[in-house]
Every structure is written in structure tokens, then in C-alpha cells.
């Protein structure tokens, strides 16, 4: 309500207010025109001021209901952007997932390439080290012994020794080709190891049978040392389960390594003992036992690393030990050292019972 409706109002209610008995003028006769257009006039004012009143308040509700319907736009658009963006970024987080999953997948696929380059890198680097390995003892171990043998048959051949002599240099022969033979032997088992993989024929063996052949035939190396190569086989036979090719070299390697670090005049035993499961072969010597230096990567380094001379300057190639441990392994037994420097070794192979 304004100020001028206020105005009119009080005026209005003045005007009714100096009539004393408002009920009873209005029943008698307006007493004259003037009175009559004063209260006409003022009438149409209030009328007026009414109507300019009911004027205001129908601008100001169309002017609130405008504001509402455009807040109702304005809420509406910003609901409407407030969707779009939660679905970009719903989307995008969609994209995104669905982007480090396809990272996610490459980096496992380079990590897999990567691990295989490093696997191939270490087989061929494997591989370079047993092509050197190979002309190393092709060059060294396997050329000395054939020069020596060939200098020996031009000596006799001249005519250089005496009988006694020739018949010592034909024992030198036997030795030298001995060992030769073994080193090609276990070169090649070594070499095919080492290309193919270890691959086993496991057959029931008569182990006293094996172990006695194999001491038969370096009975004369033991012999020419004055070594006592004693094969106890009082116990009777014994049976195991193994591959008849890898038993072979285990044993002829053992054996061939006890007379090659035992003096002259030395003793080697071999026996037997066992238990539920395993059937144990021990072979053991009084020479010059094992540093404990080498001890320590007694099965784990080929080479010159390991190798050694015997009591006698007997030569070797470095890879006996290590194709025992494969061997062994490979035909589910186990290995045993025990050694101490100046007071012999022993090697205890566990090979399994044949059923």
C-alpha cells in the first residue's frame, strides 16, 4: 500500500468519522449536492487507488511468476548441463578404463617380449660359453695328450728307447688315451646336455654290474699309481632305476677323479649302503681331498674354474663334476661330498631302488 492510498483512506475515514450517526445519515436524504459530491468524488478515488493498488499487485505477480518461469529455465539448463558433463566425464572415464586396459595389455606384452629376449640372450650367451668351453679343451686338454703320444711314437720309432722304456711309454699310451677317452665321452654327453636337454631312459640296472665293469677297465690307471681299488661287492646285487648311459658316466667320472687326486700308494674304497627308498654307492679315497674354496662351487662352475691336476699332472677337462650333478638329478637322486684337505673325499650317490 503506498502513500497516496493511505492519504485517501484517512481522509475517508475523517470524513465518516464527523458523522455522528453514520447509520441514520445514510437513511435520511443527502442533505445537499455538495456533501453528495465530495462523498462521490472521494468514492471514485478510493476506487481508483483500488484498482491502481490491484494494478500493482497483478504486475508484481506476473513480474514473480516471469522470475519463476525463468528460474524454472535457468534450473532446468543448469540441470541439463550438470547431465551432459556427468555423462562426458562418465564417458571419458569409460574411454579411459578401456585405454589403460589396452596399456595395460601392451606393457604385459613387452614385458613377456622382453623376458624373452633376456632368455634368449642368456641361452645364447650359454651357448657362446660352451663353444669357447669346447675349443678351449679341443685346443688345450684333448692336443696335449695326442702330442704327447705322437712324440713318443717318433722317439720309438727312431729307435730312441729301450725295451724297458718302450714298455713304460705303452703304459703312458694306455694312461693318456684312458683319460682321453673319458674327457670325448664326457664332451659329448656334456655337448648333447647342453643342445638337446637332459633326457633320461630309466631302465632297472644291476648297479654292482655297472660299477664293476667301469672298475675293470680303470683298474689299470689305479694300477700304474700302486693305487688299491677295492669294489666291495659282498653284499650282493643291487638294483636301482636309472638311465644305464648316465650311470656309466657318473661312476666312470667318480672313480676316474679318486685315482687321478689319490698318490701313489693311495687306497680307494667302494661300497654300498641304503635305506626305504634310495640305494646308496659311496666312493671314497685317502688323497688329496677338497679346498673349501672349491668346495663351494664344486657342482656349480665347469671349466678351469673347477679343474684341477691330479697327483700324477694328470689333466682335466672341468666338466666331470658338473654333468655328474645334472645326471643324478635327472634320474631323481642325490649327491653327497664330504672332504677335507689332505685327508681324502668321499662322494655318496643316492640313486632310487628298483621296484
Known amino acids: 500500500m503506498n502513500k497516496n492510498l493511505s492519504r485517501y ?7 465518516l468519522l464527523g458523522v455522528k450517526d453514520a447509520a441514520g445519515y445514510m437513511r435520511q436524504p443527502i442533505a ?4 453528495s459530491a465530495i462523498i462521490s468524488q472521494k468514492n471514485q478515488e478510493i476506487n481508483q487507488l483500488l484498482l491502481k493498488q490491484q494494478a500493482a499487485d497483478n504486475a508484481r505477480l506476473k513480474s514473480e511468476v516471469a522470475l519463476a518461469k525463468r528460474l524454472f529455465w535457468i534450473r532446468n539448463v543448469i540441470a541439463l548441463f550438470v547431465i551432459a558433463f ?15 586396459k589396452v596399456l595395460q595389455k601392451q606393457n604385459e606384452d613387452i614385458a613377456l617380449q622382453k623376458a624373452e629376449i633376456l632368455q634368449q640372450k642368456e641361452t645364447l650367451h ?25 712324440q713318443s711314437m717318433e722317439g720309438m720309432k727312431a729307435g730312441d728307447f729301450s725295451p724297458e722304456e718302450q ?32 633326457k633320461t631312459e630309466t631302465e632297472k640296472l644291476n648297479i654292482t654290474s655297472v660299477i664293476d665293469e667301469i ?35 657318473i661312476f666312470g667320472n667318480l672313480i676316474g677323479n679318486a685315482i687321478k687326486f689319490t698318490p701313489h700308494g693311495g687306497s680307494i674304497e667302494i661300497f654300498y649302503s641304503d635305506d626305504d627308498d634310495y640305494q646308496a654307492i659311496h666312493v671314497k ?23 684341477g691336476f691330479g697327483t ?5 677337462a672341468g666338466i666331470g663334476l658338473g654333468l655328474i650333478k645334472q645326471f643324478v638329478d635327472v634320474n631323481n637322486g642325490k649327491l653327497e661330498v664330504k672332504s677335507k684337505p689332505g685327508e681324502g673325499a668321499e662322494f655318496i650317490v643316492y640313486l632310487e631302488k628298483a621296484a
Open 215 to 249: 672298475v675293470s677297465v680303470s683298474g689299470f690307471l689305479a694300477k700304474n699309481k700302486r693305487i688299491n681299488l677295492v669294489h666291495h661287492t659282498c653284499q650282493g646285487e643291487k638294483y636301482v632305476s636309472a638311465d644305464l648311459n648316465h650311470v656309466k658316466i
Open 167 to 198: 714298455k713304460e711309454v705303452l703304459n703312458g699310451f694306455y694312461q693318456q688315451l684312458s683319460m682321453v677317452t673319458m674327457m670325448v665321452n664326457n664332451l659329448l654327453a656334456w655337448a648333447g646336455n647342453q643342445q638337446t636337454g637332459n
Open 86 to 100: 556427468i555423462v562426458i566425464i562418465i564417458r571419458n572415464n569409460r574411454q579411459k578404463n578401456a585405454l589403460n
Open 32 to 35: 445537499n449536492k455538495a456533501d
Open 312 to 316: 700324477n699332472n694328470e689333466a682335466g
Open 285 to 307: 679315497d685317502n688323497g688329496i681331498g677338497i679346498l673349501p674354496q672349491k668346495m663351494e662351487k664344486l657342482f656349480k662352475v665347469t671349466g678351469k674354474g673347477i679343474s
Open 9 to 15: 483512506i484517512f481522509i475517508l475515514l475523517v470524513s
Open 126 to 150: 650359454q651357448l657362446n660359453q660352451t663353444k669357447d668351453q669346447l675349443f678351449s679343451i679341443i685346443s688345450h686338454d684333448l692336443r696335449a695328450p695326442f702330442a704327447a703320444i705322437l
